[in-house]
């Protein structure tokens, strides 16, 4: 896409906040008028619309996409959006443990344990771990809880989170970030785990490292959106 614009800026809107292009208003892929529920969100995108180029490479701005998607893909059925990533409390990467090596074993014991202490603590559950490789059911009333907690947030939200628990393949650390239990750095180290793992023991693939890095760029915009609506 070329750059049309001179000028983005944000204003008050239908109990929100719109950008507005060259005194336009900016839509979504599908048309919807894009209005966003909180200024410190509203000013970010206008910084991303300011300073994108000529030629205009989405990537490049991860807030206007995360927004867009809340608009056209969450809210539409926010329910059944939910529902679809709470489906990741039945196999949470956090239970699922290695046997060995023991460097293995207690990385992950580092990095987990505390996440899932956190989760029992915050919404009354257990979890059953296991280092076996087949799948090991949750207690109902586990995912039944954790289901919920995403049922309550708003499409905005439910947007962010989405890339976090569908890369990383954990809903307890998703819902640590959004409750701001853990940051960043914290959560990262969580769910990279295995792939940095099997990086350190098999050498450098570029391939698997750029990979690695797409997928932290991703989870880190999540993240950030994450706190421009807090």
């Not at 239908?14 to 919807?32: F, H, Q, V, Y």
């Not at 039945?90 to 060995?100: G, I, T």
């Not at 109902?140 to 939200?157: E, G, I, K, N, P």
Request: glycine letters at 4%.
């Amino acid at each position: 896409m070329r750059r049309f614009w001179t000028e983005a800026r944000a204003v008050e809107a239908d109990g929100g906040w719109s950008i507005m292009l060259d005194g336009r208003p900016l839509k979504t892929p599908a048309r919807a008028l894009l209005v966003l529920p909180k200024a410190t969100l509203s000013d970010t995108v206008v910084a991303e619309w300011n300073a994108a180029p000529e030629t205009v490479d989405p990537r490049a701005m991860p807030m206007t996409g995360l927004a867009n998607a809340a608009v056209d893909r969450v809210a539409p059925d926010k329910a059944g959006f939910a529902a679809g990533l709470a489906r990741y409390a039945e196999a949470d990467l956090l239970c699922y443990r290695a046997d060995n090596p023991a460097k293995l074993v207690d990385r992950q014991a580092v990095r987990w344990d505390p996440l899932l202490a956190w989760a029992r603590r915050r919404f009354d559950v257990d979890f059953e771990v296991t280092s076996a490789i087949t799948h090991v059911d949750q207690p109902a009333t586990t995912v039944a809880r954790l289901a919920h907690q995403l049922l309550v947030l708003d499409s905005f939200r439910l947007a962010a989170l989405s890339p976090i628990i569908t890369i990383g393949g954990s809903l307890v650390t998703a819902l640590a970030l959004v409750e701001g239990a853990v940051g960043f750095d914290e959560a990262w180290a969580a769910l990279s785990l295995d792939e940095e793992w099997q990086i350190e023991q098999w050498g450098d693939d570029a391939e698997a490292v750029a990979a690695l890095a797409n997928k932290r760029r991703d989870v880190a915009a999540a993240v950030r959106f994450i706190e421009l609506l807090n």
